[in-house]
Nanobody
Framework: QVQLVESGGGLVQAGGSLTLSCAAS????????VAWFRQAPGKERSFVAS????????NYADSVKGRFSISRDNASNTVYLRMNSLTPEDTAVYYC????????????????WGRGTQVTVSS
C-alpha cells in the first residue's frame, strides 16, 4: 500500500506560480510511477502530468506543456508539480496518483490516490 498526501495548493493570481507536493509513505517509492490529475468543478478528472519510475519518461497534457513540470525526490518520497503562468482555467482540485509499473495517461490505471489539494487562480 502507498499513502499519498498532497499539499501546496492555494489562491494565486493569473500569471503566478505554485508548487504542489505529494508525500508518499508505506512503500519504497522508487518502484512506482507517479502522476498528477485535476478536476475542475463540473468536469471529469483529467490527466496533467506523469513521470516514470526512473524519472526519465515524463508526459504532459497539451494544456500544461511548457508551463508545468513534474519531478520527484525518491530519497524523501516526494513528488512535485511546479506550475507557472497559471490561468483561471487551471483552477481545480489537483490529485497525486501512483502505480507500480510504467506511467499512464488513464486515471483508472492508478490504484493509489491522495485526497487532493485545491488550486484557485483568480483573473
Amino acid at each position: 500500500q502507498v499513502q499519498l498526501v498532497e499539499s501546496g495548493g492555494g489562491l494565486v493570481q493569473a500569471g503566478g506560480s505554485l508548487t504542489l507536493s505529494c508525500a508518499a509513505s508505506g512503500r519504497t517509492f522508487s518502484g512506482y510511477s507517479v502522476a498528477w490529475f485535476r478536476q475542475a468543478p463540473g468536469k471529469e478528472r483529467s490527466f496533467v502530468a506523469s513521470e516514470g519510475r526512473t524519472g526519465h519518461r515524463r508526459n504532459y497534457a497539451d494544456s500544461v506543456k511548457g508551463r508545468f513540470s513534474i519531478s520527484r525526490d525518491n530519497a524523501s518520497n516526494t513528488v512535485y508539480l511546479r506550475m507557472n503562468s497559471l490561468t483561471p482555467e487551471d483552477t481545480a482540485v489537483y490529485y497525486c496518483a501512483a502505480r507500480y509499473g510504467s506511467n499512464q495517461y488513464d486515471s483508472r490505471q492508478y490504484p493509489y490516490w491522495g485526497r487532493g489539494t485545491q488550486v484557485t487562480v483568480s483573473s
